[in-house]
């Protein structure tokens, strides 16, 4: 069973095949002033395109918080987002999302 570490350094590297921009928060939300819990693990910019990505296992679920932050970036249509909740069975999926070939 691939663990959520795993998996988060599979998709770091598909997306960095892929030229995208990341940014990964390894901090602790309590330590950080204004933070809120639940805040995607993953932001990946790339050419006017923003990705929030929530990773889990396959068994994992999202936490309240988690849940709060994919009801909040997904509400902001104006802005354009993608924000997606993935997991190590959505690895081609991902590969396809992160594709330059991609929209």
């Known amino acids: 069973m691939t663990t959520e570490k795993q998996f988060q350094e599979q998709v770091i590297d598909i997306a960095r095949s892929c030229h995208w921009l990341i940014h990964h928060d390894r901090g602790d939300y309590r330590q950080c002033i204004g933070g809120d819990a639940g805040f ?3 932001v990946m910019a790339r050419k006017g395109r923003v990705i929030f990505a929530e990773l889990k296992s396959e068994k994992g679920k999202l936490t309240y918080h988690q849940e709060r932050w994919v ?3 997904e509400g902001r249509r104006a802005a354009n987002p993608e924000v997606y909740v993935w997991r190590p069975a959505h690895l081609d999926q991902i590969a396809n999302i992160l594709s ?3 929209r």
Do not use: F, G, S, T
Request: hydrophobic fraction near 35%; charge should be negative.
């Open 100 to 102: 330059p070939r991609y």
């Open 40 to 42: 995607p693990d993953l």
């Open 71 to 73: 009801e909040a970036l």
